[in-house]
């Protein structure tokens, strides 16, 4: 696992700081520690933004608005250690090592660093931010923060995962897998559109499961089971108002829709499990409200497994006729249309024919005679 | 230019829309006993059909391709009886004769007239139901099974199944 740790250049710039305070403590401040502070910063501005970025990204797509903090957290770091710099050169010149003391400018833009660690991860991380050790002691822990919330995933199931840093709720995890299991099912089914399938997966973060459902940019899903909350986002109307009968109905949530999604309270340990199974019909959701011939009646697995199941189709009796008599009207349309078709219609089709071939060759006669007047 | 030219540049454009119309009517007769048997076969399937029962008919379109393939006969129906009319209304809607025949040839412009009247009232008449009718008939019956699909909600007899009842 420490390995694993040193790997991570997340954990490896929370290694680098916290090492790089301790060792500011005996050490009066030289060349060799100012070109050490310089090394580390350009780490943190490199490989440390880039994996940050990477792993926010990946949270975005779930959906995971907690994230959204992050995004500017390597320019926050950043200010922090421009002031660390400055500090250290004030230091350097009067020779000062772990007394060297920390700029009101340094402490503020840790404030501002801890503000988005809390807003992501709901964790403090200042500790103490009297010397510059001690600052960079505190912006080591609020790096750690970070790299636990954002730490590698691994795999529960074939679309579902935990953050292996987190405490992932056992509730989720065996929700997430419900809905992994009832979307390889639904697709055996052919009720997704292909490229809706490769996207999906879930997370799972301590009371959190953040989860992709289609295709779509935004088309995801938070539950948090802390707060009872379900939210579904989705533009498409029609198949927002479908999910909130289903959540309602089949999982006794309260919901409300509006333009971007679906959002429910009442979410428990105990139905959100009923939760992640619905929402695996949201997958392709709107292409089977738009194409239910080909996703249902012209689906041969789909209308072979309802029959091998015993599930009965309800016969809306009412459209049926409306469907029937549409037909019946259809039929004696065009059977009326072509009744007297060979008798009348092809004969007189022929006179006129003949009448049109005998026009243009009059026309004809007329161009010729009319040609060289024109061209002389 | 002269009086002769803006004449036949009229005479041009109006041989151009005979041959066009020639082809199209020559074309619909040589092949008019195919279409209209082709119409008659594909009327059979939902005729039959139509004779079923209202759950035999709904179990019927529940066995799968089937539907496609009845929906498709509705399809081949309109395409043939979109062939029998193609290139009639074409003339109809052209400003034929023009004023430069009539001044320069009358009876010309009376034959070309006369002709045009009568393709249009051929037209009308043929089609006792308008074969636009025909199409929003067959809008009719498409949307009218979109409502019964979405009626039958396929979706919630699966959630029901995996899920659980109300």
């Not at chain 1, 103490?128 to 923060?145: D, F, G, P, Q």
């Not at chain 1, 392709?284 to 189709?313: C, M, Q």
């Not at chain 2, 048997?37 to 035999?56: A, G």
């Amino acid at each position: 696992m420490a390995q694993v740790e040193i790997a991570d250049p997340l954990y490896q710039a929370e290694k680098l700081t916290r090492e790089y305070a301790a060792r500011l403590g005996p050490s009066l401040i030289d060349d060799r520690i100012l070109k050490e502070f310089d090394r580390i910063r350009d780490f943190i501005t490199r490989d440390f933004a880039d994996t940050l970025s990477e792993r926010v990204d990946k949270y975005s797509e779930l959906g995971s608005e907690r994230v959204e903090s992050l995004t500017g957290l390597v320019g926050d770091i950043d200010v922090v250690l421009t002031h660390i710099s400055r500090d250290l050169d004030r230091c350097f010149e009067i020779e000062e090592g772990n007394t060297c003391r920390a700029s009101p400018e340094a402490v503020d833009a840790l404030r501002r660093v801890e503000d988005r660690v809390v807003e992501a991860t709901g964790q403090k991380c200042i500790i103490t931010t009297r010397s510059v050790a001690e600052v960079l002691n505190s912006l080591s822990s609020c790096i750690h923060r970070v790299a636990d919330f954002l730490a590698e995933t691994k795999a529960v199931s074939k679309r579902c995962s935990i953050s292996e840093k987190s405490n992932p709720n056992n509730a989720l995890v065996e929700a997430c897998k419900a809905w992994d299991e009832l979307v390889d099912k639904l697709d055996e089914l052919r009720l997704y559109a292909p490229e809706d399938v490769i996207p999906l997966q879930g997370i799972i973060v301590d009371d959190e499961l953040m989860m992709r459902v289609g295709s779509a940019a935004g088309h995801a899903t938070h539950i948090d089971l802390e707060k009872g909350t379900l939210e579904y986002y989705d533009r498409d109307e029609n198949v927002n108002i479908a999910m909130q009968n289903y959540f309602e109905r089949y999982a006794g949530l309260d919901c409300v829709t509006s333009a971007n999604g679906v959002n429910c309270k009442g979410v428990n340990k105990d139905n959100v499990k009923k939760v992640a199974k619905i929402l695996a019909f949201a997958t392709s959701k709107d292409f089977r409200l738009d194409n239910p011939e080909s996703y249902y009646l012209g689906n041969e697995r789909l209308t072979r497994f309802l029959s091998e199941h015993g599930i009965e189709v309800p016969i809306p009796k009412e459209q049926i006729q409306e469907v029937r008599n549409a037909l019946k009207e259809y039929i004696a349309a065009v059977e009326e249309a072509i009744k007297e078709a060979p008798t009348r219609f092809k004969p007189r089709l022929e006179e006129l024919a003949k009448e049109v071939d005998d026009v243009l060759k009059e026309v004809n006669k007329k161009i010729e005679e009319l040609r060289p007047l024109v061209t002389s | 230019m002269s009086v002769e030219g803006l004449v036949l540049n009229d005479y041009v454009d109006l041989q151009k829309d005979l041959v066009y119309l020639s082809r199209q009517l020559n074309s619909v007769i040589k092949n008019f006993d195919g279409i209209i048997n082709q119409i008659k076969q594909d009327l059979t399937i939902p005729k039959e059909s139509s004779k079923l029962s209202d759950e035999d008919f709904f179990k019927e379109f529940l066995k799968g391709p089937d539907i496609m393939t009845k929906i498709g006969r509705l399809d081949n129906i309109e395409e043939n009886l979109t062939r029998l009319i193609i290139g009639l209304p074409t003339l109809f809607f052209r400003p034929y004769p023009r004023k430069t025949i009539e001044s320069h040839e009358p009876d010309l412009y009376r034959r070309v007239k006369t002709l045009n009247d009568e393709l249009s009232y051929f037209y009308s008449q043929f089609f006792k139901v308008e074969h636009p009718e025909i199409v929003s008939l067959k809008t009719q019956i498409s949307r009218s099974l979109h409502r019964i699909l979405s009626a039958a909600n396929f979706d919630e007899l699966l959630i029901k199944y995996f899920i659980g009842h109300e």
